[in-house]
């Protein structure tokens, strides 16, 4: 797979959803589902979405058991998405068993991402609230080098971070990266950011953009902007 753009759908309804891939006619963007529409339409809004000929991310992040996380993992890899996620957090030893999991009888199976810090969290919360004395930076490295380990694909970072995780991990390990704003468009609530171009130059292998593109006056140019400077 090469570099692309994931568009994230985070609407509350299908409908609201269906709405916005319509004006994208003949194009099939990448999407990412988050919790709030899969949690609001469940697993119907993947078939639908996949049948509609899209390539999808399915972000729910799991964490649990490993036993919990295997047998949830070959249930999402049933639906047939292309990329998923969980928590590092979980362990080395959860991150193989949803490998297993994830795996179909075929041999195939979606890429796994991780997440390892959330951009949530910073310095200050991770000491105070999971009491992990370390740089933020160098438990995020860990938390990708254990992933790298544990036979994922890449983490989810930031734009930011992605330079450290393909010197630590390869850069075949993934880098899917959120936190992407045009240079003359609104940062929101988004705290470090980084332009498509920008991104890029830096290395990341996917970008996930919502905001810029979903609240955009025109979805289907703002949707070109952002491959024309981060693929083309
Ligand atoms: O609208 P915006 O471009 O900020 O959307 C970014 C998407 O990436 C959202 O779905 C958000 O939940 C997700 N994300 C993020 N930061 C992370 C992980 C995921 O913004 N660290």
Known sequence: M??????????????????????????KPFVKIGMELYYAE???????????????????????IPN???????VLSRLDVDMTNLHAA????????AIEGL??????RPLLIAVTQLTSTDQESMEKDLWIEKPIADVVMHYAANAKAAGL???????????K????????????????????????DQKRVMTPAEAKKIGSDYIVVGRPITAAADPV????????????
Request: with cysteine; net charge negative.
């Open 2 to 27: 090469g570099k692309d753009v994931i568009i994230a759908c985070d609407f509350d309804s299908a409908e609201k959803t269906f709405a916005f891939l319509d004006k994208f006619t003949g194009k």
């Open 42 to 64: 469940g697993p119907s809004i993947v078939r639908e979405i996949k049948k509609r000929g899209h390539k999808i991310f399915l972000d729910l992040k799991l964490h649990d």
């Open 68 to 74: 919990t996380v295997k047998k949830s993992m070959a």
């Open 90 to 97: 979980g362990t080395c030893r959860m991150m193989e068993a």
């Open 103 to 108: 795996t179909r009888p075929d041999g195939t």
């Open 153 to 163: 694909d890449g983490v989810v970072c930031s734009p930011l971070e992605a330079g």
């Open 165 to 188: 995780v393909h010197d630590t991990c390869g850069t075949g390990f993934l880098t899917v990266t959120p936190g992407v704003r045009f240079a003359d468009g609104d940062v929101g």
């Open 221 to 232: 140019a703002a949707y070109e902007r952002c491959v024309a400077e981060f693929v083309d």
